[in-house]
């Protein structure tokens, strides 16, 4: 990052910069939470998951705040207002996968357990592999990082097979067990919360090279 003749202009971006790559953390530990419940189910995990998704909320509007303060302080322009222009667009898809880890623990204390035949982890390697992509989406911005961001969207093309093979693997659990159609149900809800934060996480890593190149990429 180059220097202002302003100190204090520096400082006003690395506090951005800072508050963003430690939301995305908070995120990312969400996310974690959230997958691994799929596996071994956790009523009182999934309860702290859906509580701390207001903390999320919370730093996403300190960082409107503070880039809207920013803008109107220091007038910036060119790299630096694109700087802050996706500071605010990037907490905006954070606070949106925080929602989306939400929904999965909302739809674990839904099932309360999982059934004694239902032997699959897919959704799980399904979720480790996104929890994987979003970190390096989150690396990407966090070390200002092209060659990173450019690993995301060719993972997220695996990720989006892997989903395809979770949706067809429930769909034939649910007509070989009947008694298993509603746990299946919600495991298919789960999978698709997974596969959008995986888009979300690409999303994250083209703004990454936006900033970067001040080239917009083809979605």
Do not use: W
């Amino acid at each position: 990052m180059k220097e202002h003749i302003v100190s204090t202009y520096d400082e006003d971006l690395s506090l951005l910069k800072s508050n963003l790559v430690e939301m995305g953390l908070n995120c990312e530990k969400q996310l974690f939470h959230a997958i691994n419940i799929t596996r071994i189910i956790n009523i009182a995990k999934a309860n702290e998951i859906i509580t701390n998704d207001d903390e999320i909320d919370a730093q996403e509007t300190k960082i409107r705040e503070l880039a809207t303060i920013t803008l109107s302080k220091r007038q910036p322009l060119a790299d630096d207002l694109r700087k802050i222009i996706i500071s605010l667009k990037i907490s905006s898809i954070l606070e949106r996968i925080g929602d989306h880890a939400s929904n999965i623990a909302g739809r674990i204390l839904h099932v309360k357990k999982a059934p004694e035949n239902y032997l699959t982890d897919s959704i799980y390697q399904l979720g480790q592999l996104v929890l994987k992509n979003f970190s390096k989406a989150l690396s990407s911005y966090d070390q200002e990082s092209q060659k990173i961001a450019q690993i995301v969207p060719a993972e997220d093309v695996t990720i989006n097979s892997v989903y395809e093979t979770c949706f067809r693997e429930h769909l034939h659990l649910m007509m070989e067990e009947p008694k298993i159609l509603g746990f299946c149900t919600q495991m298919l809800f789960i999978a698709k919360e997974l596969e959008r934060i995986g888009d979300l996480s690409k999303v994250i890593s083209k703004e990454v090279i936006y900033n970067l190149k001040g080239k917009l990429v083809k979605r």
